[in-house]
């Protein structure tokens, strides 16, 4: 009896134990430390990086055998794009990737990050019906410079660009046949490009494909299904990432020995009053319905509770037979867990967020479903997009989180950076350079509260189709002038100081930190009287083109009309 009490006590202590130790691990909603600026390095072999993707950058949108895409196809709907830009040229990028290599090399990066278009490799969509082998060498070419200049190359297999034949034909990834499809492009891609292609993102964002694809429309294929179609998307995402990481594991990952991840972008969301908990459960709703909706299942095996009671319950008030979030089944779920050798994290801005009932009887939507709301602090710069205010320590906040939710899985920011949106021309982007020093900074401090984080990301190379806002919002480092048929790149002072950040890996000390600002200022300023002058000769081209032809023309004509007055007048 005393041996089988020891037995229960030390198992009740062991089961207590595990509680405290759970307990100690959950994220503390209550602690916000703002602290000041930290000066300090980054571990040795972290890896800086810059980002681009397919449709954004790289132009040449029916060249060379390229199907299209349906951001080809959208981009091409009148309205649908701010001033009806279009990607079809772009940064020609498809034209100038040796230059941007080179511009990688002078940063000194150590990886970059860029998309494979899924129609410029199989047009079709289909690896069974046609493989352009010219897309495959713009891509093979692509890698091998990188490697060339000791730049590793990270490579996403979906940002946004769905064959269009597949949308017409299928309804895109409403359809669960996408995931085969998406499978057999991975794995072409894995077998021609894998042996020198480590770091594999199956999705960039999935979270917009669902929500601005299929909820709101503002983004391809443009469609309005309000509170269905963007949860059986993200179901089928799910599921296409869990297959391909399997086929990589089962097939490749022995030979390649390679990394298969996915890149989720995530705002945080701080409760507006850290005392109230209505506003505390409503800021870790607006979390689990925005990265939790595909973190989740890939680490834990299914949909967060949080979104299966609400959506369930909604569903329900609307007289549903059944929720309108799918459901995995057993197999699935374990299928799907662990499928992610690193979580790539995008981020860029924050909310506060406080609770807000929605009523069934309006409709549903995703945005609805959640109930809550989210605010800003009118003090928090907003240098560009509108969505996009700075707030740095957010970002902590959303690192340390992601490391007590999901077991510190190893991360690599994928997206950060800042946008502009001014009618003039300025290279000298202070805002940029104030941004990626703050939020770097916030990043350097959440290794130090023990976040894992391997690489970072900045958003993005060069300034590139912005989606539904075209050209008007400008992330790059590098200035393209959109206007010059061959977009010249010109370096704004966030190179400098960018550049800086990496030799230097983080911030030494605050006489150093403080001088990088100074001297990058110095250095744009000569930038900016190159672009200031490139409009000049461009307009001394046209002269040259147009004027100089026809003022020959017109000498021509009149020394013809001369000579005839001069034979006239002989005779």
């Given at each position: 009896?005393?041996?089988?009490?020891?037995?229960?006590?030390?198992?009740?202590?062991?089961?207590?134990?595990?509680?405290?130790?759970?307990?100690?691990?959950?994220?503390?909603?209550?602690?916000?430390?703002?602290?000041?600026?930290?000066?300090?390095?980054?571990?040795?072999?972290?890896?800086?990086?810059?980002?681009?993707?397919?449709?954004?950058?790289?132009?040449?949108?029916?060249?060379?055998?390229?199907?299209?895409?349906?951001?080809?196809?959208?981009?091409?709907?009148?309205?649908?794009i701010f001033l009806n830009d279009t990607g079809d040229s772009s940064c020609e990028g498809y034209h100038k990737f040796k230059d941007d290599v080179a511009l990688m090399k002078d940063i000194k990066l150590n990886h970059y990050r860029f998309s494979i278009s899924w129609p410029r490799i199989l047009p079709s969509g289909l690896k069974g019906e046609h493989i352009n082998e010219k897309g495959i060498k713009y891509y093979d070419d692509l890698i091998n410079m990188l490697l060339d200049n000791k730049i590793t190359p990270v490579v996403t297999l979906y940002h946004w660009d769905l064959p269009q034949?597949?949308?017409?034909?299928?309804?895109?990834?409403?359809?669960?046949?996408?995931?085969?499809?998406?499978?057999?492009?991975?794995?072409?891609?894995?077998?021609?490009?894998?042996?020198?292609?480590?770091?594999?993102?199956t999705f960039n964002n999935p979270w917009s494909i669902a929500v601005e694809g299929y909820e709101t429309g503002e983004h391809a294929p443009g469609l309005k299904m309000k509170g269905t179609a963007a949860y059986k998307v993200a179901h089928n995402i799910i599921k296409a990432h869990a297959k391909v990481w399997h086929t990589y594991d089962m097939q490749w990952r022995k030979k390649q020995k390679g990394l298969v991840g996915i890149s989720l972008t995530a705002d945080w969301g701080e409760p507006v009053d850290i005392t109230n908990q209505r506003d505390i459960e409503a800021a870790e709703r607006?979390?689990?319905?925005?990265?939790?909706?595909?973190?989740?299942?890939?680490?834990?095996?299914?949909?967060?509770?949080?979104?299966?009671?609400?959506?369930?319950?909604?569903?329900?008030?609307?007289?549903?037979?059944?929720?309108?979030?799918?459901?995995?089944?057993?197999?699935?779920?374990?299928?799907?867990?662990?499928?992610?050798?690193?979580?790539?994290?995008?981020?860029?801005?924050?909310?506060?967020?406080?609770?807000?009932?929605?009523?069934?009887?309006?409709?549903?939507?995703?945005?609805?479903?959640?109930?809550?709301?989210?605010?800003?602090?009118?003090?928090?710069?907003?240098?560009?997009?509108?969505?996009?205010?700075?707030?740095?320590?957010?970002?902590?906040?959303?690192?340390?989180?992601?490391?007590?939710?999901?077991?510190?899985?190893?991360?690599?920011?994928?997206?950060?950076?800042?946008?502009?949106?001014?009618?003039?021309?300025?290279?000298?982007?202070?805002?940029?350079?104030?941004?990626?020093?703050?939020?770097?900074?916030?990043?350097?401090?959440?290794?130090?509260?023990?976040?894992?984080?391997?690489?970072?990301?900045?958003?993005?190379?060069?300034?590139?189709?912005?989606?539904?806002?075209?050209?008007?919002?400008?992330?790059?480092?590098?200035?393209?002038?959109?206007?010059?048929?061959?977009?010249?790149?010109?370096?704004?002072?966030?190179?400098?100081?960018?550049?800086?950040?990496?030799?230097?890996?983080?911030?030494?000390?605050?006489?150093?930190?403080?001088?990088?600002?100074?001297?990058?200022?110095?250095?744009?300023?000569?930038?900016?009287?190159?672009?200031?002058?490139?409009?000049?000769?461009?307009?001394?081209?046209?002269?040259?083109?147009?004027?100089?032809?026809?003022?020959?023309?017109?000498?021509?004509?009149?020394?013809?009309?001369?000579?005839?007055?001069?034979?006239?007048?002989?005779?």
């Amino acid at each position: 009896m005393t041996m089988l009490r020891r037995c229960v006590l030390r198992s009740y202590l062991v089961f207590v134990l595990a509680l405290c130790v759970l307990a100690s691990v959950d994220f503390d909603w209550t602690k916000n430390e703002r602290t000041s600026f930290y000066y300090g390095t980054f571990p040795t072999g972290f890896s800086w990086g810059a980002g681009s993707s397919a449709y954004q950058t790289e132009g040449a949108w029916n060249l060379d055998g390229k199907g299209m895409s349906i951001w080809d196809a959208f981009a091409h709907r009148k309205g649908k794009i701010f001033l009806n830009d279009t990607g079809d040229s772009s940064c020609e990028g498809y034209h100038k990737f040796k230059d941007d290599v080179a511009l990688m090399k002078d940063i000194k990066l150590n990886h970059y990050r860029f998309s494979i278009s899924w129609p410029r490799i199989l047009p079709s969509g289909l690896k069974g019906e046609h493989i352009n082998e010219k897309g495959i060498k713009y891509y093979d070419d692509l890698i091998n410079m990188l490697l060339d200049n000791k730049i590793t190359p990270v490579v996403t297999l979906y940002h946004w660009d769905l064959p269009q034949v597949l949308q017409e034909k299928y309804g895109g990834w409403q359809n669960v046949s996408m995931v085969n499809y998406f499978n057999d492009f991975a794995n072409l891609c894995f077998e021609r490009f894998g042996s020198r292609v480590k770091y594999w993102i199956t999705f960039n964002n999935p979270w917009s494909i669902a929500v601005e694809g299929y909820e709101t429309g503002e983004h391809a294929p443009g469609l309005k299904m309000k509170g269905t179609a963007a949860y059986k998307v993200a179901h089928n995402i799910i599921k296409a990432h869990a297959k391909v990481w399997h086929t990589y594991d089962m097939q490749w990952r022995k030979k390649q020995k390679g990394l298969v991840g996915i890149s989720l972008t995530a705002d945080w969301g701080e409760p507006v009053d850290i005392t109230n908990q209505r506003d505390i459960e409503a800021a870790e709703r607006f979390i689990q319905f925005y990265m939790g909706w595909f973190a989740t299942p890939i680490f834990n095996g299914d949909y967060p509770q949080v979104m299966k009671d609400y959506i369930g319950r909604k569903s329900g008030q609307q007289g549903l037979g059944a929720s309108r979030l799918p459901v995995f089944s057993p197999q699935e779920k374990s299928y799907i867990k662990g499928t992610c050798d690193f979580l790539g994290l995008g981020h860029f801005t924050t909310r506060y967020i406080t609770q807000k009932n929605y009523p069934s009887g309006l409709g549903d939507s995703y945005f609805a479903d959640r109930d809550l709301a989210e605010l800003v602090d009118p003090q928090w710069p907003d240098p560009g997009s509108e969505w996009l205010y700075s707030v740095p320590w957010g970002f902590r906040r959303l690192l340390n989180f992601v490391k007590t939710q999901y077991g510190n899985p190893m991360i690599y920011v994928t997206e950060n950076g800042v946008s502009e949106k001014m009618v003039c021309t300025d290279l000298c982007d202070d805002w940029r350079m104030q941004y990626f020093k703050d939020y770097i900074n916030e990043m350097l401090k959440a290794m130090k509260d023990g976040v894992n984080v391997k690489g970072y990301t900045a958003w993005s190379l060069l300034d590139n189709f912005e989606w539904d806002e075209g050209f008007s919002e400008r992330f790059g480092l590098y200035y393209v002038d959109f206007r010059n048929k061959n977009k010249p790149r010109y370096p704004k002072a966030s190179v400098h100081y960018y550049k800086r950040i990496i030799s230097s890996n983080g911030f030494p000390n605050q006489r150093e930190v403080d001088s990088w600002k100074r001297k990058a200022v110095e250095t744009c300023s000569s930038s900016n009287q190159l672009l200031a002058a490139d409009p000049l000769i461009g307009h001394m081209e046209m002269v040259t083109e147009i004027v100089v032809p026809t003022v020959c023309t017109l000498c021509i004509l009149l020394s013809a009309v001369f000579l005839m007055f001069l034979l006239r007048g002989r005779h």
